[in-house]
């Protein structure tokens, strides 16, 4: 009797690069699908990231000035775009749908994004890239890193291309496209569904302005060449004072730079005393003329209430004054503020924001300028 020859047993599963090669896929697509909603749900904010950055590049390479302030005029469409195809490829990237294409127009999207982060972080320009939008504020190098790693995640995918499986999920990307195009055409054309910003309703901006709790630092100090660590400045005089660390940096005001005035001097605190309704002329070149005739009425019907009418612009003097005639809105003031704080109020030219007591009670953009009666019910 002849004993059994043992076989050899054949392993089994999925080999180990493969699984890597997955879970790399899954966490490109959702960190793609993350930053392209969070952007898509404000293309306004990305836009004036692109204007930044190509008003940057003009400076830093007059040779090409032209070129990029030529692409200025343009920048709300790419923000459109740009963050709609973040999502786009990331879902593709999840359903695999003709994955060795998706995973190349992934690499040539973040490469655009690393050197963007790259120069800001290098040359300390545009500090805030806008990467995830208002949600999560990165640093430069933070956000220069967080590309890098995304890089070497896709080139991994992209080495094991040729065993990712594509499926028939065309229909489902297709969806995709139609649902984001919608989602950044309606946040522009209606504001962001979702204001992660800190002027938005429902906000105090008398509280803004105040630190969440008192702030605490900490004190770095120099003595015979050793640095040391005080949470209370020391009194002894023998040590150099080096550096001066916020330990809480969560606690800082979300508000820095909100301030109204006019000739006469400053009107900051006045717009915090009942109910204000601020009239937003970011500039008076490209404003939508076609609006002018609601916000009008709308001032019309809010006389005789105690609901006054304002106008916040960053333009000059001169200018706000031929377009509060040309447009018969002599009747209200106008005060002053920074450009910037206008655009973070507000991301459209005209636009409505109403305040009670400081606190945003609404904020309109001009397509939907609402009646007298909607802003009396807000305020009652």
């Not at 997955?22 to 959702?30: E, H, P, S, T």
């Not at 590049?57 to 775009?81: E, G, I, K, Y």
């Not at 054309?189 to 969440?212: C, Q, R, T």
């Amino acid at each position: 009797m002849n004993p059994t020859t043992s076989q050899p047993k054949i392993k089994t599963g999925t080999p180990p690069m493969l699984i890597a090669a997955r879970v790399a896929r899954i966490l490109v697509g959702i960190v793609f699908i993350f930053s392209g909603l969070i952007k898509l749900n404000d293309p306004v904010g990305t836009q004036i990231k692109f204007e930044e950055y190509f008003e940057v590049f003009a400076q830093d390479l007059p040779f090409m000035h032209d070129f990029f302030m030529a692409l200025v005029p343009f920048t709300l469409a790419m923000s459109v775009l740009f963050c709609a195809a973040e999502v786009i490829l990331g879902v593709a990237l999840l359903a695999s749908y003709k994955p060795k294409v998706t995973v190349w127009l992934l690499f040539f999207l973040i490469v655009f994004f690393t050197f963007l982060t790259f120069y800001s972080a290098y040359f300390d320009r545009v500090t805030d890239c806008g990467c995830f939008g208002d949600a999560i504020k990165l640093k430069p190098w933070t956000s220069f890193s967080k590309d890098i790693v995304l890089m070497v995640l896709i080139l991994f995918i992209i080495g094991h291309r040729n065993r990712l499986r594509s499926r028939n999920t065309g229909w489902l990307v297709g969806l995709t496209i139609v649902l984001t195009l919608g989602l950044g055409i309606y946040a522009v054309e209606f504001l962001p569904p979702i204001d992660m910003l800190p002027y938005a309703v429902g906000k105090s901006i008398p509280a803004g302005m105040k630190p969440s709790e008192p702030l605490r630092y900490k004190y770095l100090m120099e003595k015979n060449g050793k640095t040391s660590e005080f949470e209370q400045y020391p009194s002894d005089t023998t040590y150099k004072f080096k550096e001066m660390i916020l330990v809480n940096q969560n606690a800082k005001p979300k508000i820095t730079d909100y301030r109204i005035w006019d000739d006469t001097g400053d009107f900051t605190q006045e717009t915090f005393v009942g109910n204000k309704l601020f009239i937003i002329v970011k500039n008076t070149k490209d404003i939508d003329a076609g609006s002018l005739p609601a916000i009008r009425a709308l001032e019309e019907g809010l006389q005789g209430s105690t609901v006054k009418p304002y106008i916040l612009t960053s333009t000059s003097d001169d200018e706000i004054k031929a377009f509060r005639k040309e447009f018969q809105l002599e009747s209200i003031p106008y005060y002053k503020a920074d450009a910037t704080v206008l655009k973070t109020i507000m991301r459209s030219n005209p636009g409505t924001w109403l305040l009670s007591n400081g606190v945003v009670r609404g904020k309109w953009h001009f397509n939907s300028t609402p009646d007298a009666a909607e802003i009396k019910d807000l305020v009652k």
